[in-house]
């Protein structure tokens, strides 16, 4: 395939049929391409927590855990760069998303200051969303103090969306099992467990669409759990140096990389670390309790063979273990039939079960509402009440920087409350691509006090001016309502929105969702 391509660039006597033939040879050629595990280069484990620095106030509060909850998404990124802006030793970050923009680059920018200063850099991406970034990652990479990882990654690289896609085809069972998993952890002091990716609209920095997304940074012993957890998924066979798969030569340039981290400008320039005082603020603030770490396993053999379901096994678990109340808080809500059957047994034992997820107007993915659609009567039936955020919840200006009267909220959150004692918050969506296809990684936490602020919080989502309820009437017919009534059509979608979802609710795609 390569040879066919060289060609195609430099023979300027290929005619061109002969140029099309080639060129479709070398699309078909081009999934026969494969990415190959790496079983036997030496493990890179975490450095051990650093003691100076910004955490020199901590050591008091070593011995227990403290969970600080990131309900603001400016907030979340406030302390996020700040972390970084002090980090001393060591930066480890996971992510599913990491965009190119205003919050991209200034956390990209952070961590090649941070490496500058001699601290050990570890990123480990997941593949889907990386089909633009490989030139920066691979410049990057050069820094002798920064390593990125591509989990599962395909083996063509280029932008040809027709190669990629074609490379997908022929090993979609491997390819389709991504990695979502969110975590960041600073000087083997500080992590942030929870929903957003590295992207505006995660902390709210768009000016048209911005999630209401939530997290938790956390202090103490957990902090250790979390970083095995990292090491875990970056010591994996399938998470492959990014150096292994893009050449030198299409890397950008040191001057190329400056040009694109100076042109981070805006309010996040304001910030500047915090203090050892603040830090100790902070998590006296916070709530202690005890937690679990729940992480999926990464893949050994092959992605289509490892499946990830310990988090989907914990997660019915701890619902069936539910005395009295339930709230699920889901961006993509569809349930598997074990997560269905684990609701209706906890209604049936009397559980208040709320499920609080997207509506129509708010969600960003029509066929994933197609999907959770067709599950709304049964969940009724049962007796779970739904609960779909407004697209204009009167809660925007919480969430939004920027944007205007006219921008649209969607729900991006991750998280359950189990009777007033725990909660559940990590990277995992309930559905099935979450439950059964990616891997996940949460944090359950019991504490009564997390769970009490917590409560509180989602008080305000629940409100009629940020919520429509949805209810059955006359066995079969649903009603949304609202401050001014109730509606029996989506609301506020339009007509070609009900269209879309309607059209994805007939393919046969559920399980993919």
């Not at 302390?79 to 930066?91: D, K, V, Y």
């Not at 389709?176 to 942030?192: E, I, P, Q, S």
């Not at 005082?277 to 092959?302: C, K, M, N, Y």
């Not at 439950?435 to 006090?449: H, M």
Request: charged share 25%.
């Amino acid at each position: 395939m390569c040879m066919i391509v060289r060609m195609l660039k430099s023979d300027s006597g290929i005619n061109r049929t002969a140029g099309a033939c080639l060129l479709t040879f070398s699309l078909l050629l081009s999934a026969c391409v494969t990415v190959a595990p790496q079983r036997d280069r030496p493990a890179d484990l975490a450095l051990e927590p650093e003691p100076a620095g910004q955490w020199h106030n901590l050591e008091g509060l070593d011995h227990h855990n403290s969970f600080v909850p990131m309900n603001k998404g400016s907030t979340a990124l406030d302390w996020r760069l700040r972390a970084l802006r002090g980090a001393g030793r060591s930066i480890d970050l996971q992510t599913f998303i990491w965009e190119d923009d205003l919050s991209g680059r200034s956390l990209t920018r952070e961590i090649l200051a941070a490496a500058d200063r001699g601290v050990k850099v570890r990123v480990i991406l997941d593949d889907a969303f990386l089909t633009h970034g490989d030139p920066v990652l691979r410049a990057l990479s050069e820094h002798p103090l920064i390593s990125y990882r591509v989990y599962n990654p395909l083996a063509y690289r280029a932008e040809n969306p027709a190669l990629r896609g074609l490379e997908s085809l022929e090993e979609f069972s491997r390819i389709n099992h991504r990695m979502h998993n969110k975590l960041l952890l600073v000087d083997g002091r500080v992590a942030v467990v929870g929903g957003r990716n590295q992207a505006d609209e995660y902390f709210g920095y768009r000016d048209d669409h911005n999630f209401r997304d939530f997290e938790l940074i956390i202090h103490g012993p957990f902090v250790a759990e979390l970083s095995g957890a990292f090491d875990l998924y970056w010591n994996d066979p399938w998470s492959i140096p990014v150096e292994d798969l893009v050449d030198a030569e299409l890397r950008m340039s040191s001057a190329e990389v400056e040009a694109w981290l100076d042109g981070v400008t805006g309010q996040l320039e304001k910030s500047g670390p915090a203090s050892a005082e603040d830090w100790l603020a902070l998590f006296e603030s916070g709530h202690r309790g005890t937690v679990e770490l729940i992480v999926d396993s990464p893949a050994d053999d092959s992605p289509a063979i490892d499946l990830p379901v310990q988090l989907a096994n914990a997660y019915i678990k701890r619902i069936d273990s539910t005395q009295r109340d339930l709230l699920l808080v889901s961006a993509y809500f569809i349930p598997t039939t074990a997560l269905t059957e684990a609701i209706e047994r906890a209604v049936a034992r009397g559980v208040r079960v709320r499920i609080l997820t997207n509506s129509l107007g708010s969600n960003n993915h029509i066929a994933a509402h197609a999907a959770y659609a067709l599950h709304r009567p049964a969940l009724l039936q049962a007796g779970a009440e739904l609960y779909e955020l407004r697209a204009d919840a009167s809660t925007r200006a919480l969430y939004t920087v920027n944007g205007g009267s006219d921008d649209i909220l969607g729900l991006h959150a991750k998280l359950a409350l189990f009777d007033d004692c725990c909660l559940l918050v990590g990277s995992s969506n309930l559905d099935p691509r979450s439950l059964r296809l990616n891997t996940e990684i949460a944090a359950l936490v019991d504490s009564p006090g997390l769970n009490s602020h917590l409560r509180e919080l989602l008080a305000v989502d629940l409100l009629p001016a940020n919520a429509w309820q949805v209810k059955l009437k006359d066995a079969n017919v649903l009603v949304w309502t609202g401050p001014d009534g109730e509606e029996q059509t989506t609301p506020p979608a339009s007509f070609i929105m009900r269209a879309e979802s309607w059209f994805f609710g007939l393919l046969p795609i559920e399980d993919q969702m």
